[in-house]
């Protein structure tokens, strides 16, 4: 059974940093490019970054360049966002996919 678990959301402040995980199992984790997605309130869901199988490769949207970084651990089968600078706008629900998977999603509320 596949399954894509995210962990690591929460309440921060503006400029404040994050990091989200999310583990992996059920399929071979080290074969699949994975990304992170986010849907704000009100709002399509959206690319945020994504890392090639053996993490040579990374993609970010133009909001988030230079101040989140993704990151694989394929012998724990774990994809991270280190989420820096943060802002209101990163206000949402951010998901973990790989291939046709996706996790249940995490809560990253930035306010002061």
């Known amino acids: 059974q596949v399954q894509l678990v995210e962990s690591g959301g929460g309440l921060v402040q503006p400029g404040g940093s994050l990091r989200l995980s999310c583990v992996a199992s059920?399929?071979?984790?080290?074969?699949?490019?994975m990304g992170w997605y986010r849907q704000a309130p009100g709002k399509g869901r959206e690319f945020v970054a994504y890392?090639?199988?053996?993490?040579?490769?990374?993609k970010y949207a133009d909001s988030v360049k230079g101040r989140f970084t993704i990151s694989r651990d394929n012998a724990n089968n774990r994809v991270y966002l280190q989420m820096n600078r943060v802002n209101v706008e990163d206000t949402a629900v951010y998901y973990c996919?790989?291939?046709?998977?996706w996790g249940q999603g995490t809560q990253v509320t930035v306010s002061s």
């Open positions: 890392i090639g199988s053996s993490g040579g490769i990374t």
């Open positions: 059920g399929f071979t984790f080290s074969s699949y490019t």
């Open positions: 996919q790989g291939g046709a998977y």
